[in-house]
Structure formats: C-alpha cells, structure tokens
C-alpha cells in the first residue's frame, strides 16, 4: 500500500520570504500523480499544484513550486514570496495513474507567516 | 459556477443516534468521493461513486456506514449508531471525469461531534 509522510508538523515564514515543505512517499508504482492541497480554516481543500511521475519537468505555479525527486520519492513544496494569505495547513496527497479513486493524503504540515 | 457544497456545516449528535450529510457536487461532475479527515490528521478515504453507482466502497469503516447517489447528483453520507469515535469533518469532494489526473474539488465539509 501507498503511504505519504509529512515529517514537519508546523513550519514558519517571515513574509516575504522562501519556504519548503518536506513530503516523502513510498511506493511500488511507477506511474503516480502528486499533489499538494492547502486547507485554510475554513476548511475547503484547494489545490495548490500538482505532479505526474512520468514528467522530469517540476512543475510550477506562480509563486509555488515542486522539487520532485522520484528516486528518492520525495516531493517538496517552494512557497516564494509568502505571503499572508498563505498561512494554513498543507497536504500532501498521492494517487494511482491506474486508479479512478481516491487520494491518499499525509498528515499536513501547519504553515504560519509572520508579517 | 458553484462549488460543492456540504449541509449542515456542522452537526452534534448523541452516541447511538443515525445522522446524514449531504454533498452537492459541482454540476456535471461524473465522479464523488467522501473523506473523513480526524484531528490533526490529513483526510482519509471511505467512498467513492461514478455516477450512481459505488465503484469503491473500500474505505468505509464498518457497516455502519453507508452511502448512497440515487440520481447521480447529490449524495448522502449514512452513519447509524453513532459512536463518540465518529467524530470528525466529512470532507466531500466532485471530479468531471475518474482519471487519475482529474482535480478533486472539495467542499467544506461537515464537523460532526459525538457526544
């Protein structure tokens, strides 16, 4: 079975500034997709980004980005620039190419900005 | 349009006693999945449906849980006999299609407490 693991509990950064959040992986499946979600205390899950294995390109979004490293099954998040608006908890989530299902999540990372 | 929807935002029930959460999917999505996300962990699967029908009722605890998508619009999460363990937010989310690489678009979920 697929598991996702999220060593960093809570992370902060100073407005303005540059963070990474750590996420590893573990699975037997070559073909995979990675997502990062952010949930702000209102609850909704939003995503922030997202990653198919079989591209080398990390893929990016704005001010996010991913450093995907498939042979060490990792998949962190580069938040540039914080800001605010940013601070919430972030997952993130693994699913199946094969799969029509469901998302596996870990257990998040709270990111808090200090202005 | 609208996004998905959840009623109620929040439920408070008695050990023992059946409640319903309802999910209202974003229009012509095909595919809808429910997550039960516990505190301080990140959401985990219990069902997914493909139009009416469930095609992946894996991640559901225990018979007493149960869900249905009559129409294939609106679905009802079922849970009888609830116990204190229950407890959590019901996370809803829709997709237009079921393959892997389709975003899920989450709702706000319903916090049910089990007294």
């Known amino acids: 079975a697929q598991t996702v693991t999220q060593s960093q509990p809570e992370m902060s950064v100073q407005e303005a500034e540059t963070v990474t959040l750590s996420c590893t992986y573990d699975t037997s499946e070559s073909d995979y997709y990675l997502f990062w979600y952010k949930q702000p205390p209102s609850r909704q899950m939003i995503l922030v980004i997202r990653?198919?294995?079989?591209?080398?390109q990390n893929a990016t979004e704005n001010r996010f980005s991913v450093n995907f490293q498939k042979a060490a099954k990792s998949f962190s998040l580069k938040i540039s620039d914080s800001q605010l608006g940013d601070a919430a908890m972030y997952f993130c989530?693994?699913?199946?190419?094969?799969?029509?299902?469901?998302?596996?999540f870990g257990k998040g990372t709270k990111l808090s900005v200090k202005p | 349009g609208a996004g998905v929807s959840q009623t109620p935002s929040n439920k408070v029930t008695e050990k023992g006693k059946y409640v319903e959460l309802r999910c209202d999917p974003i229009?012509?999505?095909?595919?809808l999945y429910w997550y039960r996300q516990s505190l301080g962990q990140g959401p985990e699967f219990l069902i997914y449906?493909?139009?009416?029908?469930?095609?992946?009722d894996s991640g559901l605890p225990n018979d007493r849980f149960f869900a249905v998508r009559p129409e294939g619009s609106v679905s009802t999460l079922k849970i009888q006999r609830t116990e204190r363990g229950d407890s959590a937010v019901y996370l809803c989310?829709?997709?237009?299609?079921?393959?892997?690489?389709?975003?899920?678009?989450f709702g706000p979920g319903t916090r049910l407490l089990v007294l």
């Open positions: 989310a829709s997709s237009l299609g079921t393959g892997p690489q389709e975003t899920q678009y």
């Open positions: 229009s012509g999505h095909t595919a």
């Open positions: 989530a693994y699913r199946s190419y094969g799969s029509q299902g469901n998302l596996i």
């Open positions: 449906f493909q139009g009416t029908g469930a095609a992946d």
């Open positions: 990653q198919e294995a079989y591209k080398q």
